[in-house]
């Protein structure tokens, strides 16, 4: 359940435990649920009171929104239900706020009242969402749902989802303790975001509710209360209730970890995957021996923060289920000035991230980790380093290995056709995520190149992965690190000159280290690399979103990033694509919409 303002998740557990067991909000001192019975309730007050599950019968997309996600049970008893009359290949998706977040282990206390719920509540308290400030994605594959919790204040979070619900659980606390959670201008936007024939489902006949459903447009009826409560309201919004669009055939344009994360997305949610790649899967930047997965570091805490954040915490979860996936946990993001230092510190305070996951290392502590002088740093503890291999192999699927030159669209979708204009397959959307190739198949995308040549160094004996201007990290079999960053060089031959340089970046911040790679009694040849070309943007933030045209998108500039930003970037597209409820805010899916460019154009001209 939530209200007005999300605290630090450091500062301690919002609930406590009466002596029967029960959990109550420290905040507000209200029950979670009934005392009588919390699952009978639910199945009263919101599943019956939102007239499921009849509402779902034949429909292939189904969205339930709710306020109040306290301890999961309401969710529970949805996807219990969801499980035994799911539609056939029916998609559920579940958008709840809640700004006081539990733990997974207080969530299966408090489940644990209800064996009945237990294979259903075991699935969702394995995969809880996390507590940091910002949206979460839970994946349910099983049982054919998603669920989006944003752990946020009620109106930021609602200002940010671009869903629309079929049905509204309403449960946040009493009116009388938590009044935050239903002023007028929290169930306007729940109007706003609703879908015609939407149903809306309360506890409460607060006079306060009931003339605010109204006043937004609900029809409001009162029925007969669960337990001692003599009655509950239940709600609707005029007009028919449609399904959304049907599953749709998707083309993906490149094979390295943008148009992987893509395919992955794009199954998740329903729809039919072909992926077209020119070489081979990996075969750009996608390919190197290892990938550093840490987050983009922004001091300025706002929106951009919040997604670099969001986006981490994505691609390192679902790296973790992948086997052979993970090679190495935590990385020491280096200092080279005290405003790093201060910037660091800053950041490890904020509630973008996990209780945890940050520490701020002084700098015998850092040299220690690292067996050499050092400055102090950032530990990382939640970053990952990564095979691309295992994740390539895990998501793409099979290729097309042919190479799309161009992209036609007419009445019946999209043409991919090749270099002599041969169609290879037609499609109702395409995804381009080609990196630099995108700007060829998709028009008035700003990228330009990036050359960067990595190096590796087989048999060197481990050290903890870290990262500076260059980085270092651990691969199968030795160390890889670099790289060099040269804009405007599209050329891939490895280079012995860039050996060097990528050695000098080491040795300037660890110097032992560089001596361990390539001592100086040997030549540069000892060490193996490759080169590649990122795609980066003016601003240095993805394009991710339409590309102009109905039905076209991008998937690219993620300059060095890829493996951090691509899986939720991923997500996002795919929702675009598919008519589905994006995992990032409004205000997120602006920073990387590849239109931004020409809006910030269109407002120069105007002044």
Not at 55 to 74: H, M, P, Q
Not at 529 to 551: F, K, M, N, Q, Y
Request: charged content about 20%; overall charge neutral.
């Amino acid at each position: 359940m939530t209200s007005a303002s999300p605290t630090n998740p450091a500062t301690g557990s919002p609930l406590v435990w009466t002596p029967d067991g029960q959990p109550r909000s420290r905040q507000f001192g209200d029950v979670y649920f009934s005392a009588q019975d919390g699952l009978a309730e639910s199945r009263a007050v919101f599943l019956d009171g939102c007239g499921l599950p009849d509402a779902w019968a034949g429909r292939r997309r189904f969205t339930v929104a709710e306020l109040g996600f306290g301890t999961g049970l309401n969710i529970a008893a949805l996807l219990d239900l969801w499980r035994r009359t799911r539609p056939a290949e029916g998609q559920l998706h579940i958008f709840s706020v809640e700004a006081f977040p539990v733990t997974a282990r207080e969530a299966a206390r408090a489940l644990a009242s209800w064996p009945e719920l237990a294979p259903i509540a075991g699935l969702l308290t394995q995969r809880w969402p996390g507590r940091a400030r910002g949206r979460h994605r839970v994946e349910l594959p099983e049982l054919g749902a998603i669920l989006d919790v944003a752990v946020l204040d009620v109106g930021e979070a609602l200002d940010g989802w671009a869903g629309a619900a079929d049905a509204w659980f309403l449960d946040g606390f009493s009116p009388a303790l938590n009044p935050g959670m239903w002023s007028d201008a929290v169930l306007a936007r729940v109007a706003a975001r609703s879908r015609p024939g939407a149903r809306a489902a309360t506890f409460t006949v607060a006079g306060q509710v009931r003339r605010g459903l109204a006043a937004v447009g609900f029809a409001v009826e009162k029925r007969p209360g669960f337990g001692h409560k003599r009655e509950r309201l239940e709600a609707r919004m005029p007009g028919a209730a449609t399904d959304g669009p049907p599953p749709r055939r998707v083309a993906i344009i490149g094979a390295g970890i943008a148009g992987a994360s893509a395919a992955r997305a794009v199954r998740a949610l329903g729809g039919e995957v072909v992926v077209v790649e020119a070489k081979r899967p990996g075969a750009g930047g996608s390919g190197n021996p290892a990938a550093l997965v840490t987050p983009r570091l922004d001091a300025g805490l706002g929106e951009a923060a919040q997604l670099f954040a969001q986006a981490f915490s994505r691609a390192t979860g679902l790296y973790a289920t992948i086997d052979g996936a993970v090679l190495a946990h935590g990385v020491l993001q280096l200092a080279s000035d005290d405003r790093d230092a201060q910037r660091f510190a800053r950041i490890a305070a904020s509630d973008l991230f996990e209780p945890g996951a940050l520490e701020v290392l002084a700098a015998d502590a850092v040299t220690a980790r690292l067996g050499e002088p050092a400055p102090g740093g950032l530990d990382q503890r939640t970053a990952l380093v990564v095979d691309p291999t295992p994740i390539l192999d895990a998501w793409l699927g099979s290729s097309r290995i042919e190479p799309a030159a161009r992209l036609e669209r007419d009445d019946l979708g999209w043409r991919v056709l090749d270099e002599v204009g041969v169609e290879i397959l037609r499609a109702d959307a395409v995804i381009v995520a080609a990196a630099l190739g995108s700007r060829d198949l998709a028009a008035a995308l700003p990228l330009s190149p990036v050359r960067g040549q990595a190096s590796w160094r087989d048999g060197a004996g481990p050290t903890p992965a870290a990262a500076w201007g260059g980085y270092v990290l651990p691969t199968a079999t030795g160390l890889l690190f670099g790289a060099t960053h040269d804009r405007d060089d599209d050329a891939c031959e490895v280079r012995e000159a860039d050996h060097l340089r990528n050695l000098d970046l080491v040795a300037a911040v660890l110097p032992g280290l560089a001596e361990r790679l390539a001592p100086k009694t040997l030549p540069a040849e000892i060490l193996g690399g490759r080169a590649s070309i990122r795609a980066v943007t003016p601003d240095r933030l993805p394009l991710a979103g339409s590309a102009g045209e109905p039905g076209l998108f991008a998937l690219t500039g993620f300059g060095s990033r890829g493996f951090s930003f691509a899986p939720l970037l991923a997500e996002h597209v795919a929702a675009l694509a598919l008519g589905a409820p994006s995992p990032i805010g409004r205000a997120a899916a602006e920073l990387v919409d590849p239109a931004r460019f020409a809006r910030r154009a269109a407002r120069r001209l105007r002044s």
